[in-house]
């Protein structure tokens, strides 16, 4: 008995010593971050003084772009990776539904280059409501791109950091807190702004931003089991009235009003608070200046917090020189490639799937890079029948990768729409309507109409048989009223109707190369010429003419009218009758016409652009409706055979033989703002061989233009011998 009480008693005074020596165990600290759109750039600046004061994180919790940033340095982004990350981003883009030029096709680039904006209408539009003015596509696959390996539905308890995020069911108005599902999906949830980016749905809930009903979620971090509060707080504080002028600062003060009263318990439970200084600053402040500030105010914010910061420390029971553990970091790079077993899509026919994996070179049971992936992303909504197209990469059984495709059917119908002013028209506006008829072979029917000095009515009709081949019909009618000068004087006035149709054939090969051929029939109805100066001897009444024509379009530029890189080539023949085999009782005559420019970049901001294009008209007896013209700043403005000459603002008649070459020296100065300086020489001759002896023109011009939303906005001051003269030219929108 003696014994055994001995042992009994030993015992109690091992788990005596063990228990003593175990250290308390520490309190747990939650980091809260606020919602504010751009203003949680901050958020950045703020960790990296955090990290640097040794404070250990046990808890991330975050609302709409706090989800964001909280989201990724939970998996592992140092704060450094996410200040990479956010710079290097083109934020235009990606708050935008626009796909990449790249890859956008040629009709979808050139729509891009008219219209100012484009609204879905009819049943199918009611039915694919979206509930925002952005869907929010490339938000989402940027997330994708970011949270790889987190693509399952997760316990966000079991992240390197526990995370949980604040969004808001509009079904019933209740506060959802994400502690598990996707993290793309749950971050996207967070920062779907009402009205601005279309709501997520999920399961039987609608969800939008959390910051409607909580921007400072405190009381998810206690919830969690954090013992001690670090908050970092972006929001504007409430604005007077003489301050709420404008749609954001509304909608940005109706979310802070909402949430007031649980915002105000929230600040009362912080233990160490950073209030950013964001004055200056809005939500939507993503210009890279901005982001610079914004994350060197967080740091400037966390900074004044020093001392109560090491307080902290302190209360935990650590060392001063205590640094934490660091976590593995996410091994994020824009080329990373995975191994992917198997590719699948929603509703996407099995011909369309081979073809979109060849297109690609997406290949299953083969590494595929997270590029390569968006490339297709884009394939989808430029070349075939979607509106939008988002991927999830879900782990496969035995490791590796599923990749799945999410598609939304694209609308049916479309309004279109471009305005421009420009001191030659004054005032033009341009309305289209398309409509898209799904069937075995897809077709398209689209109207547009054109009015200002020139007004004009267009349709198209045609089918696809295989992606990017394309079958058309089309019927014009424009009516045309314009001054001819020669040598910069009024020389006569030309008005006429003009018909057109058209029965063609058109094929895209290599992204960036379109092929057409086809049968013209055109139609010009003049009306008797008001005044001909300097014996020009026009007689003209009434011609009409068949033609055969075939078209080159090359293009790689980045953008339509500001590029910094790539060609635009063009290249178009036309043979002329007016019975299908001859014209005026000889041979046909025939147009051949070229254009090359390109953009040699010096350094980031200054590119030079060299530029080469001309039109040759080779037979007898040419008719007055085909004679080359030349003038203006873009091809095409007045009449289809007009070549652009800065210096020259009007259009000249030329000789059957006509070459210009154009150098441009363009300064980027900021981020849209840009100084272009322009020199032209042109060739004029009666047949190629002239074109050295007879009529040579020079013209120059310097110029500001804006690269905007609405289109390029531009004012130059030009210069030609020929019309010897300085004049002005201002351009406001996109150029049609």
């Known amino acids: 008995m003696k014994f055994s009480t001995l042992l009994i008693a030993a015992g109690l005074l091992c788990i005596s010593v063990h228990i003593t020596a175990q250290p308390h ?48 340095y939970s998996i592992g982004y140092t704060p450094e990776q996410l200040d990479s990350m956010v710079r290097r981003q083109d934020w235009t883009f990606l708050l935008s539904d626009k796909i990449p030029r790249s890859e956008q096709n040629m009709a979808e680039r050139e729509a891009a280059e008219k219209y100012v904006f484009s609204l879905p209408f009819g049943k199918d539009a009611k039915t694919q409501a979206i509930g925002g003015l952005i869907k929010g596509q490339n938000l989402a696959n940027l997330f994708s791109e970011l949270t790889v390996g987190y693509h399952d539905s997760i316990d966000f308890n079991k992240l390197p950091i526990p995370f949980a995020c604040v969004s808001e069911n509009i079904v019933n108005g209740n506060e959802v807190n994400f502690h598990k599902g996707v993290l793309a999906t749950a971050m996207r ?27 400072y979620p405190v009381n998810v971090a206690r919830a969690m089991g954090a013992d001690i509060i670090i908050g970092v707080d972006v929001q504007s504080d409430l604005k007077p009235a003489n301050e709420l002028n404008s749609a954001g600062s509304i909608l940005g003060q109706l979310i802070n009003l909402m949430g007031l009263q649980l915002y105000k318990k929230n600040l009362e439970e912080t233990n160490a608070y950073i209030k950013v200084n964001v004055e200056g600053y809005s939500a939507a402040s993503f210009t890279p200046n901005a982001v610079d500030t914004l994350i060197r105010r967080g740091e400037e914010a966390a900074l004044a917090q020093e001392g109560a910061l ?36 929603d509703g996407l026919d099995e011909k369309d799937k081979r073809w979109l994996l060849k297109r690609c070179d997406l290949k299953e049971d083969s590494e595929i890079s997270i590029r390569r992936i968006e490339e297709a992303t884009a394939i989808l909504c430029s070349n075939l029948e979607y509106s939008s197209a988002t991927y999830n990469l879900p782990e496969a059984p035995g490791g590796g990768y599923n990749l799945h495709f999410l598609l939304s059917k694209k609308y049916e119908n479309k309004l279109n729409v471009g305005i421009r002013f420009d001191s030659e028209e004054t005032a033009s506006l341009l309305i289209n309507v398309t409509s898209n008829f799904r069937g075995k072979v897809p077709t398209t029917l689209s109207l547009t109409g054109r009015l200002g000095k020139r007004y004009a009515a267009r349709i198209d009709y045609g089918f696809e048989p295989a992606p990017l081949k394309n079958i058309g019909l089309a019927y014009m009618f424009q009516y045309n009223d314009i001054n001819f000068y020669r040598y910069g004087d009024k020389s006569h006035n030309s008005t006429f109707r003009y018909h057109l149709g058209e029965l063609s054939f058109s094929d895209v090969w290599y992204k960036n190369v379109r092929f057409a051929i086809g049968l013209r029939y055109e139609l010009y109805d003049y009306d008797k010429f008001l005044y001909q100066e300097g014996n020009q001897g026009f007689d003209v009444g009434t011609e009409h003419f068949f033609s055969y024509f075939a078209q080159m379009h090359y ?11 790539g060609i635009s080539a063009r290249a178009s023949y036309s043979l002329y009758t007016d019975n299908f085999t001859g014209y005026d009782g000889h041979a046909p005559f025939s147009a051949i016409k070229g254009y090359c420019q390109g953009v040699v970049p010096v350094t980031r901001r200054f590119s030079i652009l060299p530029a080469i294009y001309g039109r040759f008209l080779i037979g007898k007896d040419i008719p007055y409706s085909k004679l080359n013209a030349m003038g203006g700043d873009v091809q095409g403005r007045f009449l289809q055979q007009q070549l652009p000459f800065v210096g020259i603002n009007n259009v000249e008649l030329m000789r059957n033989t006509l070459l210009i070459g154009s150098m441009k020296f363009r300064q980027r100065m900021g981020s849209v703002h840009y100084l272009t300086l322009t020199g032209n020489y042109a060739l004029s001759a009666s047949k190629l061989r002239y074109l050295l002896e007879q ?19 531009e004012a130059s001051l030009n210069y030609a011998n020929r019309a010897n003269k300085v004049s002005m030219y201002v351009n406001l929108g996109f150029k049609f």
């Open 189 to 215: 949830a967070s920062m779907a702004i009402p009205g601005v980016f279309t709501p997520v749905r999920l399961d039987s809930m609608v969800l939008v931003d959390g910051g409607v009903v909580n921007n």
């Open 25 to 72: 165990s520490r309190k747990k600290v939650g980091i809260v971050l606020s919602g504010g759109g751009a203003k949680g750039m901050a958020h950045i600046g703020a960790l990296k003084v955090i990290e640097k004061a040794g404070i250990p994180i046990d808890y991330v919790v975050g609302t709409s772009m706090g989800s964001i940033i909280g989201g990724l």
């Open 555 to 565: 293009e790689t530029f980045d953008k339509a009218y500001f590029p910094t890189k």
């Open 695 to 713: 009529d040579t023109m020079f013209g120059c011009g310097i110029g500001y233009g804006l690269d905007s939303m609405f289109g390029p906005l």
């Open 310 to 345: 090491m307080k902290l420390k302190q209360e935990l029971g650590l060392d001063s020189t205590y640094m934490p553990k660091p976590l593995p970091s996410y091994p994020y790079s824009p080329s990373r490639k995975v191994y992917i077993k198997e590719i699948t899509f």
